[in-house]
């Protein structure tokens, strides 16, 4: 959709909330054929919440995916001024597409770009690998 310019009225993950979250401190490294990615949502506003930190990666130039392919999220209940070190793994699959002459699954090589955020719209944190 993004690629096409469109801009969905609700994107996934998006909600009312009486509280607001911050983002920080984004590690990625890997373990064998996985990349281990780690980051700290924090509470940072009146009430007690939950925030949906959603994972996102980029294909590297050539791949042929979208910008933005959703790989994972997780829920996390945080009261006022508490922060969560948040733990998400990219198998070696959430890293492949599809390759139909060989019918088997291929990672593309070259760079990905890992985007976390609270939706598609609202990315935080970026790194690579």
Known sequence: M???????RFEFGFGLSYTTF?????????SGTSQIIKFTVTNTGVFAGAEK??????Y???AGEPGKVLRG????????????????TLSERDM???DTPTQTWVRPSGTFT????????????????
């Open 22 to 30: 911050a983002y920080s401190g984004l590690s990625i490294s890997g």
């Open 114 to 129: 890992v985007y976390v955020g609270a939706s598609i719209r609202d990315i935080r944190l970026s790194g690579t690998f």
């Open 73 to 88: 999220f997780e829920e996390v209940d945080l009261n006022v001024g508490a922060g969560s070190l948040v733990t998400m």
């Open 2 to 8: 993004e690629s096409k310019g469109i801009v969905p």
């Open 96 to 98: 492949s597409i599809w």
């Open 53 to 58: 930190p959603q994972l996102y990666i980029a």
């Open 60 to 62: 590297p130039a050539g």
